[in-house]
């Protein structure tokens, strides 16, 4: 019979403490928490019991700046490899100025080779009718061949290789315009952090 009334005691306390815990954790009232910088608000926390809300308030400059990263990383994303007739314009403006320095090049190389032959030629045999002529000829003719047909392939190389370089500056251009919106939205991360962090929790 003691040891009922015993545990019926214990019981009782326990039940009660129990009850007296629960109560204050139940009775915790709700409150507010934030972080401010310059006396402007950054971000806060709204405790209320065991849920805890956070709130980034961003900038007018913030949103702007992560507005745009956003458009433009989609828009890039989905014309990465789209060539606008500007673009294509540019591009074949450079490869044809490209051309003609090389055109201008081998004119500049090989006209007055021709010009000095026929000079040295016929100060010396009087004519051009001669085998040392038709030799030397055929030497700078052949010479001049092949610069034009390395130039050909210079051309298809500076046409690639200018495509190459846009594609690099679109994705550089992304990289970037990412590594922004990474870095706006870990910020905002680290602020609702602190801010929360100032609820005890």
Known sequence: MAKATAAAGLASA???LLGSF?????SKKPYNTSLSINGNEVASANVK???ISTNYNMSDDEQNLLDYT??????GLENINVFSDEVQKSIQNQVDAYTQQGIRTINDTYTPMFRELKSDIASRFGNLD??????????IEKNRTNAIENLTQNILAKQSELYETEMNNRYNYLDQLSSVNQN???NMLNF??????NTGN
Request: proline letters at 0%; aromatic letters at 6%.
């Open 49 to 51: 019991g065991h849920k």
């Open 192 to 197: 609702l952090k602190l801010a929360s962090s």
């Open 184 to 186: 706006l939205y870990s």
């Open 130 to 139: 001669n085998s040392v002529f038709l030799d030397n000829l055929n030497e």
């Open 70 to 75: 956003n458009k433009n990383l989609l828009t």
């Open 22 to 26: 629960l109560g204050s954790m139940g």
């Open 14 to 16: 326990g039940s009660s």
